[in-house]
């Protein structure tokens, strides 16, 4: 089994920053993908960011420039950097994996972490 815990949401004033943590712990060989999604109220979860394990990495177009996603000095971490937050970010932000485990590839979600963009 693979856990996912995401750590630094919460409510800031359009044009702040934050930045999302994920930690990854478990029986994990190693991991192909980390990604964040978000879905707000009403909405389908979307892909916000992803980073593979050569490095690669894919950003939504509604937070290209705004939002960097990157591998955290940890193991098996990947932070997002969020930057000129704006009141359309607000949602619950998750984090997503496929990883190599004892059982083979498995994908994995975490529970979510709130983020709130006051104008």
């Known amino acids: 089994q693979v856990q996912l815990v995401e750590s630094g949401g919460g409510l800031v004033q359009a044009g702040g920053s934050l930045t999302l943590s994920c930690a990854a712990s478990g029986s994990i060989f190693s991991i192909n993908v980390m990604d964040w999604y978000r879905q707000a109220p009403g909405k389908q979860r979307e892909l916000v960011a992803g980073?593979?394990?050569?490095?690669?990495?894919n950003y939504a177009d509604s937070v290209k420039g705004r939002f960097t996603i990157s591998r955290g000095n940890a193991r098996n971490t990947v932070n997002l950097q969020m930057n000129s937050l704006k009141p359309e970010d607000t949602a619950v932000y998750y984090c997503?994996?496929?990883?190599?485990?004892?059982?083979?590839?498995?994908?994995?979600w975490g529970p979510g972490t709130q983020v709130t963009v006051s104008s």
């Open positions: 980073i593979t394990s050569g490095g690669s990495t």
């Open positions: 997503y994996t496929v990883t190599s485990t004892s059982l083979g590839i498995r994908s994995y």
